[in-house]
């Protein structure tokens, strides 16, 4: 069974700071998408990972794929409090397109 | 604003009710979803239909019940919930299975 892990749960953080936010997964996974949710709303795909060595980088936000070490990252880099918000990354089981397994999410807060 | 529409926007119901929540996507997609979401919580898989037939069900309780009209709709069916079915339900649709899922804004369902 798949399972998707991610810290810090919780993430407090100053605008301008960079911080990275891991996401480990426990088997083969086909794709690694990276997520955005703001309060009382949907999610928002921001990247997907299709490769080992895969990084996708837009805004101030850039994202990495290890498969071989079944991690995956998205770092922030000067972060700025429009950046506030939930992240989850979610693995795609292998073989079986479509099923998603979530992470737990990061809820990162940018204070001015 | 998202591409994926879901009605109502709110839902509060009793046990004894019926009702269904709606989605409806004119992207073209041949994948729908629908997820559960539990407040500070990563979304969870309940159903897939891939090409308007059901592909995944993820061992959901028969009071919830799946329906796919046409590549465009996605229906659930609701009828004696309980009070921990209690959600941000989430429709998603990609192009194929294995592509990345565009959500919808959510039904937020209370049951009373």
């Known amino acids: 069974e798949l399972k998707v892990e991610q810290n810090p749960l919780f993430l407090s953080m100053q605008e301008g700071k960079n911080y990275t936010i891991y996401c480990n997964y426990s088997?083969?996974?086909?794709?690694l998408y990276w997520y955005r949710q703001d309060p009382g709303k949907s999610l928002e795909s921001l990247f997907v990972l299709l490769s080992n060595g895969a990084v996708k980088q837009e805004g101030r936000l850039m994202a990495s794929l290890d498969t071989k070490a079944r991690l995956s990252t998205l770092h922030i880099t000067a972060a700025v409090h429009d950046l506030s918000a939930t992240y989850f990354c979610?693995?795609?089981?292998?073989?079986?397109?479509?099923?998603?397994?979530f992470g737990t999410g990061t809820r990162l807060q940018v204070t001015l | 604003d998202t591409e994926v529409t879901q009605t109502p926007k709110h839902l509060v119901m009793g046990m004894t009710n019926k009702k269904s929540l709606k989605c409806e996507q004119h992207m073209g997609h041949r994948a729908m979803y629908w997820y559960k979401q539990k407040a500070k919580k990563p979304p969870e898989l309940m159903f897939v239909?891939?090409?308007?037939?059901?592909?995944i069900n993820e061992s959901v309780p028969s009071r919830f019940s799946p329906e796919c009209p046409n590549s465009s709709l996605l229906n659930l069916h609701l009828h004696a919930l309980q009070p921990e079915d209690s959600a941000l339900y989430l429709c998603a649709s990609s192009q194929d299975p294995g592509r990345p899922l565009h959500f919808g804004n959510g039904t937020r369902l209370t049951v009373t």
């Open positions: 979610a693995a795609e089981n292998t073989g079986t397109a479509s099923k998603l397994t």
């Open positions: 239909y891939s090409y308007e037939k059901l592909s």
């Open positions: 088997t083969t996974s086909d794709r």
